[in-house]
C-alpha cells in the first residue's frame, strides 16, 4: 500500500470514528434515561457540546471529555471509541457472588418487548443452524420476514426454538429468553398488513424478503444474571 493510500485509509478511518462517538454517546445516553443536559451537567461541560459531539460527524472529543463521558454513561472509553464494536459481548469478566435466576413468564413477556434481533434455531438437512434476524411481537406470537426458499422460510411447518438476550458488560449482567413452538407463513392479505403495520423496521440485512414467517410459541421461558 502506497504512502499516499495509507493516509487516505487513516484518515477516513478516523471520520468514520467521529461520527460513530458521537452516535454511542446518543445511544448510550437514551438507554439510561438521560437529556444533553443532565448528561452535560454530570460531565461538567456544556449542553451545546454534547449536542454538537451527537450530530456533527467530525467532531472528535479529547481524552479528558471522553473519560468524564464514559464514567457518567457508565461504560468505558474503549466501548465509546468502538474499539470492542465488532468483539462478542461478555468478554469482561463474571462478577462475584452472581446468580441464575429463573424469569416468569410475566418478564419474559416484557423482555421480549415489541421488536427487536433474535437467533432462529433449527435443525436443517446440514445439521443444526442458528440465523440472527429482526422480529416483531403480534399477538404472542414471533414474526420475522424472510426470502422464499431461505434458510429462515425453511422452518416453516416445523417446531423451532427462538432466542433474544441481552448483556449488560459494565455489570457482568444479563438475561436470555427462549420461545419455543411451531412456524407457520402468513400469506393471507389480513395477516400480511397486519404484520407490517406492526413492524417497527425493514430487515437489517436489507434485500427483498418478502415471506412473513410466526412462530407461535408452546413455550416461554428465561433467566437472569443477578449480581446481589
Not at 499516499?4 to 454511542?24: E, F, L, W, Y
Not at 437529556?35 to 460527524?57: D, F, K, M, N, V
Not at 406470537?141 to 432466542?163: H, K, L, N, Q, W
Amino acid at each position: 500500500m502506497s504512502e499516499q493510500t495509507s493516509k487516505h485509509a487513516s484518515s477516513a478511518t478516523a471520520d468514520h470514528a467521529s461520527g460513530d462517538i458521537g452516535r454511542r454517546i446518543a445511544r448510550r445516553r437514551e438507554e439510561l434515561g438521560l437529556s444533553q443536559e443532565e448528561t452535560a451537567s454530570r460531565a461538567g461541560t456544556a449542553p451545546g457540546y454534547i449536542r454538537y459531539l451527537e450530530e456533527q460527524c467530525i467532531a472528535m472529543p479529547g481524552m479528558s471529555v471522553l473519560i468524564r463521558l464514559a464514567d457518567v454513561l457508565e461504560t468505558s472509553v474503549t466501548a465509546l471509541r468502538g474499539a470492542e464494536a465488532d468483539l462478542p459481548p461478555g468478554i469482561g469478566k463474571a462478577a462475584r457472588h452472581s446468580e441464575l435466576m429463573e424469569l416468569s413468564a410475566e418478564e419474559c413477556r416484557a423482555r421480549l418487548s415489541t421488536h427487536g434481533v433474535g437467533r432462529l434455531a433449527t435443525d436443517t438437512a446440514d445439521g443444526p443452524l442458528v440465523v440472527p434476524l429482526n422480529y416483531t411481537v403480534a399477538d404472542d406470537a414471533i414474526a420475522f420476514r424472510t426470502a422464499p426458499g431461505s434458510a429462515p422460510a425453511e422452518v416453516v411447518g416445523s417446531d423451532v426454538a427462538f432466542e433474544v438476550d441481552h448483556i449488560d458488560e459494565a455489570l457482568s449482567q444479563g438475561w436470555s429468553v427462549l420461545v419455543r413452538g411451531r412456524a407457520r407463513a402468513v400469506t393471507d392479505a389480513d395477516g400480511v398488513r397486519r404484520l407490517e403495520e406492526l413492524a417497527y423496521s425493514a430487515p437489517w440485512a436489507g434485500g427483498e424478503r418478502s415471506l412473513w414467517v410466526c412462530v407461535d410459541p408452546a413455550a416461554v421461558t428465561g433467566r437472569r444474571i443477578d449480581v446481589p
